[in-house]
């Protein structure tokens, strides 16, 4: 049973617009949420977080928005540059979790020049 | 600052045979986790450890898998025997002793035959 899950596999954008990556959880414990970036051949890596006492933060062009009564967050890439194609995980800690976060499937994200 | 360290890169063994995998977390580090990634299961936690004592393993497939931390710099996942399923890519993580993000090393990819 999957505790975060992202439902769009893939997403294609135009280079310059918005890119929005989204994200549903289960569990309404979880208090701490995480977005990594993956290359291929490359381990992910962080790219933004949010508290649940928060419902934004926001880091340069990367924006993380949270709807705790929806169980929802979503990543806010804008302007998107052909060099944050990559496919993008939603982490997920807290709620019994032990310290280890729970992972979703992720997004491939493409950015067309 | 040397980041997550794996080796090998890259294993291609033959069904029936040990593998070990090797993990140097990032100094002062004092959490470390294992990963595998699979396109059907996405990015599944193994087990980790905390100050070198394994904490949950509960994600473990079988008896054929083990992990090891002997010290606080290093860390071994070894599957004995290796099947054709167990193909993948296996990542290790740390993590500081405050906050929540994990570092991700650069995985290993794993070929059973």
């Known amino acids: 049973d999957q505790q975060v899950k992202q439902n769009s596999p893939s997403l294609s954008v135009q280079e310059g617009r918005i890119s929005i990556l989204n994200c549903d959880y289960t569990?309404?414990?979880?208090?701490?949420f995480l977005w990594y970036k993956k290359y291929p051949a490359e381990g992910p890596t962080f790219l933004i977080s949010?508290?649940?006492?928060?419902d934004k933060n926001e880091d340069g062009r990367f924006t993380v928005f949270l709807n705790k009564s929806a169980k929802h967050l979503s990543l806010h890439i804008v302007p998107s540059q052909p060099g944050d194609s990559a496919v993008y995980f939603c982490a997920a800690s807290g709620g019994g979790s032990q310290g280890n976060l729970i992972f979703g499937k992720g997004t491939k994200l493409s950015v067309k020049p | 600052d040397a980041g997550v360290i794996q080796s090998p890169r890259h294993e291609v063994t033959e069904m029936g045979q040990e593998v070990t995998l090797r993990c140097k977390p990032i100094?002062?580090?004092?959490?470390l986790f294992w990963y595998r990634q699979t396109m059907m299961r996405g990015l599944e936690l193994l087990i980790y450890f905390n100050n070198n004592v394994p904490i949950d393993d509960s994600g473990m497939p079988e008896d054929r898998f083990s992990a090891k931390m002997p010290n606080a710099s290093f860390s071994t996942l070894k599957i004995q025997p290796s099947e054709p399923r167990d193909s993948a890519v296996y990542f290790c993580?740390?993590?500081?002793?405050?906050?929540?993000?994990?570092?991700f090393g650069p995985g290993t990819r794993l070929t059973v035959l």
């Open positions: 993580a740390s993590k500081r002793p405050t906050g929540n993000e994990q570092f």
């Open positions: 100094s002062g580090h004092n959490s």
């Open positions: 949010i508290s649940s006492i928060k």
């Open positions: 569990n309404s414990m979880f208090d701490y």
